[in-house]
C-alpha cells in the first residue's frame, strides 16, 4: 500500500466533502475508458477504506499518498517504502506536459489555476459566435461581440481581484472533466449563480475535453490518472478557500 508523504499542499483534503473526494477516488482506482480498476492502484487494499467507504475524509491520507505515488516512478517509490513525490512535482509535471505556462516560484494554488486557465482557453477557442455570447452575458463582460482572447483576458482579470471568481473557473473545468471522464458532474444545489455559469459553458467545455483526453491517452496511461487528479484537487482547493457553501463533512 502506499505511504502517505507529509504533504502542505494536500494537507486540506482533510475538510473537503466526502462527494467531491469521491471523484478523485473513482480516477484513482478505476479507468474510466472501460470501467476496469486499475492494476496498480492500492487505495482499495487500505484498511481505512474498507473500514469507511464511502466516507472519504476518514481516510484522506490514504487518497493523497496514492496520488503521490501515481505521481511517482513505480521503482524509486519501492525504494521510498511505497512513499511517492510531493504534490508540486505531480502538479508541475502534468502541466508541462500540457504545455501551461506558470512560475515555477508561484504557489501551487497559482499553479493550479493556470492549469485550468489552459484547458478554458481551449475550450472558448472552440466556442461559436453565439456560445461566446452567453458566456461574455452570463460573465457580465458588457462585450458586445466578444472574441476568445478577450473572454480571456476577462476572466484572467476577475480571478485576479476575486477568489470567488476564481472558484466560479475551477468549478466550470472541473464539472467537464468530471462529466467527461466520469459521466456525471458536480452538485451545486442552492447556488443559482454556480448553476447559471455552469450552463453557459457546459456544452462547450465538454465538446473540448472530451477530445482533450484522447490527446493525454497519447501521453502514456501515468497522465489519465495525475492530470485529473490536479484538476480535481485544483477544484477543491478553490472551494475550501472561497466557496461560501463550503463546510466540513
Not at 465538446?207 to 482533450?212: D, E, F, K, P, Q
Amino acid at each position: 500500500m502506499a505511504t502517505y508523504r507529509h504533504d502542505p499542499d494536500l494537507e486540506f483534503l482533510r475538510h473537503c466533502h466526502r462527494d467531491d473526494l469521491d471523484l478523485l477516488v473513482s480516477v484513482l482506482i478505476c479507468d474510466p475508458k472501460d470501467g476496469l480498476a486499475r492494476i496498480t492502484e492500492t487505495l482499495t487494499y487500505d484498511p481505512q477504506y474498507k473500514k469507511h467507504k464511502p466516507n472519504h475524509p476518514r481516510y484522506w491520507d490514504a487518497i493523497a499518498a496514492e496520488v503521490q505515488t501515481f505521481g511517482a516512478n513505480s521503482f524509486a517509490t519501492l525504494l521510498r517504502w511505497g512513499k511517492g513525490v510531493l504534490y508540486r512535482e505531480i502538479l508541475t509535471d502534468a502541466c508541462d506536459k500540457m504545455k501551461v505556462n506558470y512560475n515555477s516560484k508561484s504557489s501551487v494554488e497559482a499553479i493550479e489555476m493556470n492549469l485550468l486557465m489552459k484547458i478554458l482557453e481551449k475550450s472558448l477557442e472552440k466556442m461559436t459566435p453565439d456560445q461566446l455570447k452567453t458566456v461574455a452575458e452570463e460573465l457580465q463582460t458588457g462585450y458586445s461581440n466578444p472574441t476568445p482572447e478577450l473572454l480571456t483576458m476577462a476572466i484572467q482579470a476577475g480571478i485576479k481581484t476575486s477568489g470567488f471568481a476564481a472558484y466560479q473557473m475551477a468549478l466550470v473545468v472541473t464539472n467537464g472533466v468530471a462529466k467527461a471522464l466520469l459521466g456525471r458532474g458536480l452538485t451545486v444545489a442552492g447556488n443559482a449563480m454556480l448553476t447559471r455559469t455552469m450552463g453557459a459553458f457546459a456544452g462547450p467545455v465538454g465538446w473540448v475535453l472530451s477530445s482533450l483526453w484522447l490527446l493525454i491517452d497519447l501521453a502514456g496511461p501515468a497522465y489519465r490518472v495525475t492530470l485529473p487528479s490536479c484538476i480535481f484537487i485544483a477544484y477543491m482547493r478553490q472551494k475550501h478557500l472561497y466557496s461560501p457553501e463550503n463546510t466540513d463533512v
